[in-house]
Each structure stands twice: as structure tokens, then as C-alpha cells.
């Protein structure tokens, strides 16, 4: 348990710095903070192909705008409550979907 624990603490933590990162240069729809591919892959250290997946099978909310896929902070943070845990994984840096 108390392993489990450091390592959801290290994604939060991880996610803390994405998001200081991300403050110096967002783009904002409705005063919503947009992420794009390149932003979401490396918050959920990901490929863009399985973006793709999850987009394909309605896992993940998107927009598009002017041809290029955004995605809602607000949706972002509900994919991973409702999609990730942290299962068998050895990796903190990696998320596994659940399910």
C-alpha cells in the first residue's frame, strides 16, 4: 500500500510540473486551458498513436480547431480519474489503463 501511495504522490508531483511548465505557454478556450498531442503525450507519456486509440474508441474528449486536436484540462483530468490506475506497473513514470 505504502508503495502504491509513493507512487501516485510521484504522479501528482509529476503532473504539478507539467502543469508549471505548461503555465508559461497554453492556449485557452472559454477562460479552459487546451492541451494539444504533443502536451497530452508527454503528460500521460504516450504516443500520439495510442491518443489516437483512446480518441477512436470515445475514451478521450477532444475539439478540433483549425485542423488540430485540442483537449479540455477539465476532460484531461477526468480521462485519467476514469481511466488510469496504477495496476501492476513498475514504472512511475508510465501510466497503465485500467480495465
Given at each position: 500500500?505504502q ?62 480547431i ?34
Amino acid at each position: 500500500m505504502q508503495e502504491w501511495l509513493e507512487q501516485f504522490m510521484g504522479r501528482f508531483d509529476r503532473l504539478d510540473k507539467f502543469m508549471d511548465i505548461m503555465s508559461g505557454r497554453h492556449n485557452v478556450l472559454n477562460g479552459e486551458r487546451l492541451l494539444d498531442n504533443q502536451d497530452l503525450c508527454q503528460l500521460l507519456n504516450v504516443s500520439k498513436r495510442t491518443l489516437q486509440r483512446y480518441r477512436s474508441a470515445g475514451e478521450l474528449t477532444y475539439i478540433t480547431i483549425h485542423h488540430k486536436i485540442f483537449y479540455t484540462e477539465k476532460n484531461v483530468e477526468k480521462f485519467i480519474r476514469d481511466h488510469f490506475t496504477d495496476g501492476d506497473n513498475n514504472s512511475e513514470t508510465e501510466l497503465e489503463p485500467s480495465g
